[in-house]
């Protein structure tokens, strides 16, 4: 009975009250320390007894310090600090004196908070529902498929993150490929994500291999796009590891047949696709990454490859980016470009052609900047006396696509129609400055003086520029099938790119990521935004699309020549051979984007008229498509979806 | 809301229970005075019991003096009136206490007999305590003295092994019928003996008479057992909450006339007075007549820290039926189009339609009347969603053995702070979580978002006579899938969802009950009076009313207007763990760690019912949908049920492995539910237990029940979470199962 009670209590010897009592600096009799002893004894118990209540209506089964200082609370004992840890403390013994302690540690300070290794724990608290049983019987699917963050390993998960990171990092492609699969998709790698972020964290040092650095890549936006992850602070992990790629010059960069321009693009793309489906969580980062590249724009020292990835990243983020960074540095930074260019040295030749490449960046970044705001300013200009020739085009393009899908057309509608019909080659009458307001004729302006042609000959593909002497000349007609005498039925050809463009580049037609209030202009309701939006998205289309081209073209070829850089750009991929009826599916089609984005009608039913669709864009495109974003909102939403509380029934 | 007021609202609430300790505060004081009032005189007396009105007056004189000193001459009225004693009862030192103020204790001092002015001074003394800090220690202290002061008898310490083993030879010859019921007697015996030989500092005795005869108690008494053990010096026993327990009430032991006498006349012949002295002072025994009871029939009623109930105490009348619903026009023809085009097959509804119909066109004999208690009016909202409610009774699943309901799991993930409570609301639209870090989380279980009422100024640009107003005071802003609610300084013990779904209450370790509003998410109020943690809180069935009830040992009725509890049903001996609302909200149930149950008349605020028999802390409580029939649930990871009108226990579910979180019967009440720390659901087939149940006028008479070892019979299934606590059980409108809990890595 005796070594029962022993075993069930924690005794305190009188040699330890003893001791105690030394260090506080009193000598206690052996009587008094025994008694002492005995009521620290008594009252461990009955604090440990009341603190048991705590745990039970904790609803746990661990007692913990925390339950037992409510307990010396509630009886007016001060409480214990500084064994708050979840860890276990070290029990010591110090071998001379018999004496026994928890081993205590200095913390540093200092280290601590500025300790870079990322916390753990900071999921969000969330309510995920399963059905369990069903009529009682059976298991559905095991319960608590848990996205925790602090989820110890299991054996299976480590065996399966090593197996993951062997197959994008190996040499099978096909199992990469599988890989990343499976890494976007599965629901239960949370406890992972740390390790995943630190193994993409690892850019740094395999700069030199592009093939790497490109898996790592993949891996980012596998994991970005799994919905099951919540990513939280790790997206500044993963974010900086995409600027690496973006911004660094890389040790692959060092031999031009290593194409590091891909990889720009592509984590450029990334970074983008980031600010969409996160934008809530890196929201903060918007303005420091701004900061970042328009330290990398403002350095002349730095190789082009950095200049240029810092033009892709802030075409990535958007056109407001563009404007708000790239075009006040745009004089500074050509003079040195410039130079550039002008040297035909041989030993200047692979300079001049990163030149080119940095070249052939910024046009793509400014023709989608003054579109966006030619867009944005054509807004207000709704309605206006010399909207004529539009309304009718739009009267007519919305008796094409009226099959009773959509609501009648309001008057901004028909404006807004209208500028798609000014993007016309050779339309009518209204000359630009009519639209504009005077800043984006002046941006124009000083683009015009550094681009020259080149700028004209993307813009030429909007019809608003006829008066503009540069816009006329330089088509190059070879690319195109339409005849010059097609401009009498404007609607058909124009707008077979602006549609590839808008499946491309669906999900951010505002032109800036969700981070940016939208521009007022869209805040518009109805159809009449939808109808504003597929005039939007053909203005924007051309630019980001041939952005798409160059990218993909360019990861094709490989390496290009210098001289390539300029004519990047041939509208002639746009052009499909159809001519006459896909008019109509075009129009539709554009129709249907908008509202898509507003989320207010089921895509599906618009979609069913215009099957040509997907063929329009070529193939390389095409299949280009689900990394562009635009599978990133639908998965998005489908994620929502997932994780929200609603019963599956 | 406001609309209920009247009878409920006044100074009833100093009505307790003869055998309780109280706790901690103001009130709870009054209560404890009163019970220990007979304590006080116990060294004088020799059957307590018998001698209960001088005393009582006499306290009822030294509450109302002391009302009067605090200058709550309103309540000193009423309390006069109810009592009915005449005005002048109280005059002479009415006159010099209220005057006088400060000096008022001694007022009362030479009025009174040396009794009750002891008593007063206790009064003072542990008001004044109550009113500076509300230490337990500074106030239990007079109160231990008193308490303790019984065991100051002196016998031999030696003498204590021979007596206590002697009677057990005793008990251990007489016949096997017997043997059973004076078994009883060993552990009351065995504690006090113990307890004695501490407080007179025979602390080697007490040790060896506790390795010596430990061993014997019964298991279920281990918890108290090692509590005591720990105690081993008088000191000790100061503010010690369990001794207190177990001194200031009487433990109950029931025991056949027969094994009585047999012990009496054994006891007499040997002249063993130790023995005798505190089975006279200490234990309360409720003799019967008739055949002794068996083994089994006592530890099924055993447990609890007083022993078992008296039988006295279950004979008052219960009116369990359920209120009679009110009549509001069913909108049947659309609900009919509805069903057709989405099954085509209205024929069978119709015959359930019209069971419902009458169900609730008849008047439960059983029932309380309509207004018995002030319940409050029935909004438009209200009625549309009893609409609601039937319509979707009548899609509901009729479940039974052969066919289980379907079990949503709601999994918390990430709740590294700790889940400590949850609630659904009746329509299972939203689901409420309250948080060992003190906050309170609500989320719609729905596609719809949580949004706030706009703002003062924005609320009003808007149109007020347009129809969907409703609709257009909702900020859109706001909407998210969840809202978290910031206001309790500790740990949120207790949550409870209004019935319709406007407000949330919750309960937490600081002390206070919180009201929240579900249109705004801000707390509205908070309750204070519970001075310890409250444990748990649950809104009536009806709404306006809420029951809480805490560490303080009290459970208190409030209403949602007044910022003062209504009742305080005070009477536990230990913690009230758990509280419930009975379905016709007349009555409220409690659970308490002193391992007891009782069932409180909100009305009266009478305990009506002690229902005993388990054998650890209750942590759960469920009513039948029906209204007769109560579900419990403990620590020891057993489900007892209780028919409430008989007072008497007739299903013992055994299976769980751990404590019982959770319970919840059908919709129908055919299918008990019960969940489990252990990870586990368990369905149990609760039409078959009721069926089983005996009423036969013997046992309700004798209140001896003969449980059958079914519960293998019973449990439809089992049903394991992933390591995950069950901690809250919900059956929807259809009798969709859904339970909650953290997953626990």
């Given amino acids: 009975m005796a070594d029962r009670e022993e075993r069930r209590f924690a005794e305190v010897s009188r040699d330890s009250v003893k001791l105690v009592a030394e260090s506080a600096g009193v000598e206690l009799a052996d009587d008094v320390a025994a008694l002492l002893a005995e009521d620290v ?19 746990r089964r661990k007692l913990t310090v925390e339950d037992f200082n409510r307990a010396l609370r509630w009886s007016n004992v001060e409480t214990i600090c500084g064994y708050g840890a979840q860890d276990a403390l070290p029990f010591r013994s110090v071998k001379e004196g018999e004496l026994f302690f928890i081993e205590d ?44 963050a602090v989820q110890s390993l299991s054996d299976d998960l480590l065996k399966y993150y090593q197996q993951i990171t062997r197959a994008i990092l190996g040499e099978d492609p096909h199992l990469m490929k599988v890989a990343l699969l499976d890494l976007r998709s599965n629901s239960k790698i949370a406890a992972l994500l740390p390790y995943f972020v630190y193994v993409i964290s690892g850019v740094k040092s395999v700069s030199h291999d592009l093939e790497q650095l490109n898996r790592l890549l993949h891996m980012v936006k596998s994991l970005v796009q799994n919905p099951y992850l919540y990513l939280g602070s790790y997206v500044r992990s993963l974010v900086s590891s995409v600027m690496y790629c973006i911004l660094e010059p890389l040790a692959a960069s060092i031999n031009p047949l290593n194409d590091h321009w891909t990889l720009r693009d592509y984590a450029a793309l990334l970074l983008s696709h980031i600010f969409w489906t996160h934008g809530d969580l890196v929201s903060g980062l918007y303005h420091q990454i701004l900061l970042s590249l328009q330290k990398v724009l403002s350095d002349p020292v730095r190789p082009l490859c950095s200049h240029y990835g810092a033009v892709v990243g802030l075409h990535a983020l958007g056109w407001k980016a563009v404007e708000r960074v790239l075009f006040p540095h745009l004089p500074a930074y050509w003079a040195n470009l410039q130079a550039v260019l002008d040297d035909y040295s041989v030993s200047n030749a692979q300079v001049k052609a990163d030149g080119h490449k940095v070249y052939g960046a910024i046009l793509v970044a400014v023709e989608r900047l003054l579109k966006m705001k030619a867009l944005c300013l054509s807004q207000p200009a709704e309605g206006g006396p010399s909207s004529q020739p539009g309304s009718v085009v739009g009267a007519m393009g919305y008796r094409v696509s009226s099959p009773g899908l959509s609501p009648p057309p ?16 050779g339309g009518a009458g209204c000359p630009w400055e009519e639209w504009t307001p005077v800043p984006l004729p002046a941006m124009y302006c000083e683009l015009y003086s550094f681009f020259g042609d080149s700028l004209a000959v993307r813009f030429s593909t909007g019809p608003g520029f006829g008066s503009y002497p540069a816009c006329t000349p330089a088509q190059p007609g070879d690319a195109r099938k339409e005849p010059p005498g097609l401009t009498s039925n404007p609607d058909t050809t124009r707008k077979m790119p602006q549609l590839t463009a808008n499946l491309n580049i669906s999900p951010r037609q505002d032109g800036s990521p969700r981070t940016d209030p939208p521009p007022p202009s869209l805040a518009a309701t109805g159809s009449g935004r939808s109808l504003a939006r597929s ?20 990861s094709r070829s490989g390496q290009r020549s210098a001289g390539l850089s300029r004519d990047v750009f041939p509208k002639a991929r746009f052009t499909s051979p159809q001519t006459g009826p896909p008019a109509f599916s075009f129009l539709i089609g554009g129709r249907q984007m ?14 069913a008229p215009t099957p040509s669709i997907p063929t329009i864009p070529p193939r390389a495109y095409a299949h280009k498509l689900p990394v562009i974003g635009r599978v990133g909102k639908p998965v998005r939403r489908w994620a929502c979806s997932h994780y929200s509380l609603h019963l599956p029934l | 809301m406001a609309a209920v007021q009247g009878s409920l609202v006044e100074e009833k609430d100093i009505k307790t229970e003869p055998s309780n300790d109280g ?5 709870a004081n009054d209560g404890r005075v009163l019970s220990t009032s007979p304590g006080s005189s116990a060294s004088s007396g020799s059957n307590k019991s018998t001698t209960g009105a001088p005393e009582d007056q006499q306290t009822l004189l030294a509450v109302l003096q002391f009302l009067r000193k605090n200058n709550l001459t309103e309540s000193v009225e009423i309390l006069r009136r109810e009592a009915g004693l005449p005005e002048d009862s109280l005059d002479p030192k009415g006159g010099d206490s209220s005057g006088a103020g400060s000096g008022s204790a001694a007022g009362g001092v030479d009025l009174e007999g040396v009794d009750a002015s002891s008593l007063l001074s206790r009064v003072t003394v542990s008001s004044s305590a109550a009113a500076q800090a509300p230490n337990k220690v500074a106030e239990d202290q007079p109160d231990v003295n008193v308490v303790l002061s019984a065991y100051s008898q002196q016998g031999d310490p030696a003498l204590y092994e021979v007596y206590y083993s002697g009677l057990k030879k005793f008990i251990e010859s007489v016949l096997d019928c017997h043997r059973a019921e004076l078994s009883q007697v060993f552990y009351p015996l065995f504690v006090h003996m113990y307890l004695e030989l501490v407080y007179n500092n025979h602390e080697n005795e007490a040790k060896a008479f506790f390795e010596k005869f430990s061993g014997d108690q019964e298991c279920y008494y281990e918890d108290d057992l090692r509590v005591l053990s720990s105690l081993t010096k008088k000191e000790h026993m100061r503010g010690n909450e369990t001794l207190l327990d177990f001194r200031t009430s009487k433990f109950v032991l029931r025991i056949s006339r027969d094994s009585y006498q047999l012990l009496k006349r054994h006891l007499q012949e040997r002249q063993n007075n130790q023995i005798w002295n505190i089975i006279q002072e200490h234990l309360y025994i409720d003799i019967f007549d008739g055949m002794p009871r068996s083994k089994s029939q006592i530890d099924a009623m055993s447990g609890s820290l007083a022993g078992e109930a008296k039988r006295e105490a279950n004979k008052a009348k219960v009116y369990y039926g359920l209120l009679k619903e009110p009549e509001i026009e069913l909108p049947l023809d659309d609900e009919d189009e509805e069903a057709e085009n989405e099954e085509g097959k209205p024929k069978k509804k119709k015959p359930k339609k019209d069971s419902m119909g009458s169900k609730s066109k008849k008047q439960d004999p059983n029932a309380p009347s309509q207004t018995r208690i002030p319940l409050p009016e029935l909004k438009d909202s209200d009625k549309l969603d009893k609409i609601m409610y039937m319509k979707e009774a009548t899609k509901r699943i009729r479940l039974g053995p052969d066919n289980l309901p379907s079990i949503c799991f709601y999994t918390f993930l990430n709740a590294y702070q700790g889940l400590t409570a949850v609630d659904f609301t009746d329509d299972s639209s939203l689901i409420a979580g309250g948080f060992a870090d003190s906050t309170v989380r609500v989320w719609s279980v729905t596609p719809k978002k949580l ?19 409703l609709e257009r005071i909702m900020d859109e802003k706001t909407a998210s899938e969840s809202k978290i609610l910031y206001g309790h300084s500790g740990p949120v013990y207790g949550i409870s969802f209004s019935p319709d779904r406007n407000y949330l209450l919750s309960s937490s370790e600081d002390g206070t009950i919180r009201l929240w509003s579900l249109q705004t998410f801000t707390c509205l109020v908070g309750y204070k009076g519970h001075n310890y943690p409250v444990w748990d809180t649950q809104f009536s069935p009806h709404g306006y009313y809420f029951i809480s009830g805490g560490h303080d040992r009290v459970a208190r009725l409030w209403a949602t207007d007044h910022y003062q509890p209504l009742r305080m049903f005070s009477g536990h001996l230990a913690d009230v763990t758990c509280t419930r609302f009975h379905p016709n909200s007349n009555y409220v149930v409690t659970g308490s760690s002193d391992r007891t149950i009782r069932l409180w008349d909100v009305l009266s605020g009478n305990c009506v019912r002690i229902f005993t028999g388990h054998k650890g802390p209750i942590h759960a409580l469920a009513f039948s949908p029906n209204g007769k029939f109560l579900a419990s649930g403990a620590t020891d990871g057993r489900v007892l049920l209780w028919d409430i009108g008989h007072g008497l226990m007739f299903g013992e579910l055994k299976g769980h492995t751990d404590t019982i979180y959770s319970l919840r019967f059908s919709r129908d009440g055919e299918i008990l539910a019960s969940g489990s720390m252990d990870n586990t659901v368990r369905l149990w087939d609760a039409t078959k237990a009721f069926d089983d149940l005996e009423t036969d006028d013997f046992t309700a008479a004798t209140g001896h029940i003969h449980l059958q070892d079914n519960s293998q019979e019973l449990l439809l299934g089992t049903y394991m979470s992933k390591s995950t606590p069950v901690i809250h059980l919900h059956f929807t409108r ?4 859904l339970a909650a809990g953290a997953y626990n890595p």
């Fill in chain 1, 41 to 59: 004894c008594y009252r461990l118990r009955e604090a440990t007894q009341s603190s048991s209540q705590f745990m039970r209506h904790a609803k």
């Fill in chain 1, 105 to 148: 540690r200095d913390i540093n300070l200092v280290e601590l908070a500025l300790a870079t290794n990322i916390p753990k724990g900071c999921a969000e608290t969330m309510v995920r529902v399963n059905v369990s049983y069903l009529d009682g019987k059976g298991n559905l699917e095991p319960q608590g498929t848990v996205p925790t």
């Fill in chain 1, 410 to 425: 309001e008057p901004l509608s028909e404006a807004a129609l209208g500028i798609a019909s000014h993007l016309q080659a």
């Fill in chain 1, 535 to 554: 005039s939007s998205s053909s203005s924007s289309s051309s630019s980001s699309s041939s952005v798409q081209r160059s990218r993909s073209s360019s």
């Fill in chain 1, 594 to 607: 908008g509202r898509r984005c507003q989320g207010r009608r089921p895509f599906q039913t618009t979609f």
């Fill in chain 2, 23 to 27: 706790g901690g505060n103001n009130n």
């Fill in chain 2, 451 to 469: 949004r706030r009422v706009k703002s003062a100024a924005d609320l009003n640009l808007i149109d007020k006579e347009s129809d969907d107003v």
């Fill in chain 2, 734 to 737: 259809r009798n969709l199962l």
